[in-house]
């Protein structure tokens, strides 16, 4: 209960106390010449100037005035949080809740939630703007449910536009059901609601769900709006749905939704179409776009690409009015998989030619090329550019490197530099793994998959590739040992064979040797 109720003592005082009704009237003019001033400051040195006039004619330590100059520091633009800290430190002895709104608006999490349970042990109660401003603020799940929690004990956990933002956190954070929950627990969810609730779905990979919100929606006479064809857009594309998708388009249509203002929607149909491997409607799409940016582009040559088309990709990658480093590197990762290494190469020199710098992708893409046919030379000069660019060695470009020196024979490379990496993920202890597996490494493949156990959960690929190495091998035991293993994960063995022909290997190896003469 402390846990998400810290502050919880505090306002069993402080919601009994009620706040003053505060008229700023009673004690200051509103047409002040300061404070007129004041709302028309635009930067730092007239608001200097003004706090020094106010601080002349002894408005400092008044509560409106403050307000003021706390709100102008803390939230216009530019802010001056230090300034606002200043001010409301040591100038502002009685702070309302309006100035403690403005300061938690204002403050990040590890100084907002303080100033919060101190304004609770000062007895003020917040308010809906409070909590808004605090959830704001929260980085951790655990500063999100406090929130929930102070507004059910304060009556305002049915506050629409609180509920939305949790929902959205909530979301945001991967937590569906704690998001679903507060959404069905909505007396009247409004079309923000269930938007929220559809984007949250498509971006968590939950199509279905999303779809189904659709008709819920309809069923209460909420007429979707953009936003919700917008959500609707990723779920389609994330299932392959392509004929609710041209639903979804006709609607746009019907509404004339896309206008050069409305470009992500545009963009959004695209993408939806080449998910969904509908490229003639790609095209028309791409085509009847009045206006498009470089998202537009990447999409349409992504998509082309992908489907094998790579002579079109280049067409219109050369048509490109502003290519950037996501278009080069599209159009290069298509090429590598197809392993012309040439054409990377020139695409590279291209994309220097135009002062555009490779990133880690770019330079897997290339090392990538080299190994799809073996060429030792052609990747030990890519791993040079690398060097000379101080590219750093993430586990993306790690496992490219890794994975291009074990195919081209060099597996002591690759162990060099699988041991220079620091931060090791599952895809490269795979890796590694894998090319030891392949070059009859059995042993060493079994050492560094228990080494790996310690930091990193291996998956399903990571245990074809050391029970392969067990298979050539001959190290049935630990085959069958690390096989067993794989209960929690794989009830259902006769399903993990079929993905596995190595394990069947080693079961049939192991009964083959035992057979008596």
């Not at 009237?25 to 930067?43: A, F, M, Q, T």
């Not at 998509?303 to 094998?308: F, I, L, R, S, T």
């Not at 490379?413 to 599952?426: G, H, Q, S, W, Y």
Request: contains cysteine.
């Amino acid at each position: 209960m402390y846990r998400y109720g810290r502050g919880i003592r505090f306002l069993s005082t402080a919601t009994r106390r009620k706040n003053a009704n505060w008229d700023p009237i009673v004690s200051l003019e509103l047409n002040h010449p300061s404070l007129l001033l004041l709302e028309k400051s635009n930067s730092r040195d007239n608001f200097k100037q003004i706090l020094g006039q106010m601080m002349r004619s002894n408005l400092i330590g008044q509560t409106f005035p403050m307000s003021r100059l706390i709100f102008f520091s803390a939230i216009s633009h530019p802010e001056n949080l230090d300034m606002a800290l200043i001010l409301f430190n040591h100038y502002t002895p009685y702070p309302n809740l309006y100035i403690y709104n403005t300061m938690i608006s204002a403050l990040s999490s590890a100084t907002a939630q303080p100033l919060y349970n101190s304004m609770l042990s000062t007895g003020i109660g917040p308010d809906k703007h409070t909590l808004l401003y605090l959830l704001h603020s929260a980085r951790h799940v655990s500063e999100v449910k406090q929130v929930q929690c102070h507004a059910i004990i304060l009556g305002l956990s049915t506050y629409r536009y609180l509920q939305n933002s949790l929902i959205k956190v909530y979301l945001e954070n991967g937590l569906f059901c704690l998001a679903h929950k507060i959404f069905r627990q909505m007396p009247a969810p409004d079309v923000v609601s269930f938007n929220i609730m559809i984007t949250g779905c498509a971006k968590q990979g939950c199509g279905l769900e999303a779809i189904q919100l659709l008709y819920d929606m309809m069923a209460l006479d909420l007429k979707p709006d953009e936003f919700t064809m917008l959500g609707l857009l990723v779920s389609c594309g994330k299932l392959g749905e392509a004929r609710f998708g041209k639903t979804v388009h006709a609607w746009i249509e019907r509404r004339k939704s896309i206008t050069s203002s409305n470009l992500i929607l545009g963009n959004a149909l695209l993408d939806m179409y080449v998910k969904c491997q509908e490229l003639d409607l790609a095209h028309r799409t791409f085509s009847a776009l009045t206006e498009k940016d470089v998202v537009s582009w990447n999409t349409i040559i992504a998509g082309c690409a992908k489907a094998g088309d790579l002579e079109l990709a280049r067409t219109l990658f050369d048509q490109m009015p502003c290519r950037d480093f996501v278009s080069w590197n599209s159009l290069i990762a298509e090429y590598a998989n197809r392993g012309d290494f040439i054409i990377v190469r020139d695409l590279l020199y291209d994309m220097v030619a135009e002062n555009v710098v490779p990133n880690n992708t770019t330079m897997a893409s290339l090392i990538s090329a080299a190994a799809e046919i073996g060429a030792l030379d052609q990747g030990r000069w890519a791993h040079g550019w690398v060097i000379r660019m101080q590219i750093k060695i993430d586990a993306v470009l790690g496992s490219a490197l890794i994975d291009m020196y074990c195919k081209c024979g060099s597996i002591n490379n690759a162990f060099l530099i699988f041991n220079e990496i620091i931060e090791k993920d599952v895809i490269l202890w795979t890796t590694m793994i894998t090319g030891f597996a392949f070059h009859g490494y059995g042993s060493k493949a079994l050492e560094l998959f228990y080494e790996m156990q310690a930091n990193v959960t291996p998956n399903e690929i990571t245990f074809v590739s050391v029970l392969a190495a067990c298979s050539h091998s001959g190290l049935v035991d630990q085959g069958i040992e690390i096989f067993n293993s794989l209960k929690q994960r794989h009830t259902d063995r006769a399903a993990f064979f079929q993905q596995s022909p190595s394990m069947l290997d080693t079961v049939a190896f192991k009964y083959t040797v035992r057979l008596p003469l």
